[in-house]
């Protein structure tokens, strides 16, 4: 019943920008941590950045200093500002999630957002 919905990808230049949003919707009481993750095709999905509740957050080498994640807890969103995009940026970007629904923790993820980096 909790769905997860993206926004924000598209086609960049290199050097560009992005900015990536996630919305949870639904039947939610709670949200701990919130991730952003990448995936290539025929690969694994990789974590790109992570957040807490109150902002505490960690990055993949690959996008320190950046990348910015950040979360808008009265709205159940998390960001994902992309500066300097490289090629190697270009991906399948997917939020993740564990809500607590009033009974349970379940983790869900979003339906994923293609960036592609390229000139």
């Known amino acids: 019943q909790v769905q997860l919905v993206e926004s924000g990808g598209g086609l960049v230049q290199p050097g560009g920008s992005l900015r990536l949003s996630c919305a949870a919707s639904g039947t939610i009481f709670g949200i701990n941590v919130m991730r952003w993750y990448r995936q290539a095709p025929g690969k694994q999905r990789e974590l790109v950045a992570a957040i807490t509740r109150d902002g505490n957050t960690d990055y993949a080498d690959s996008v320190k200093g950046r990348f910015t994640i950040s979360r808008d807890n009265a709205k159940n969103t998390v960001y994902l500002q992309m500066n300097s995009l490289k090629p190697e940026d270009t991906f399948v970007y997917y939020c993740?999630?564990?809500?607590?629904?009033?009974?349970?923790?379940?983790?869900?993820w979003g339906q994923g957002t293609l960036v592609t980096v390229s000139s």
């Open positions: 993740n999630a564990d809500v607590w629904s009033g009974r349970e923790w379940l983790e869900h």
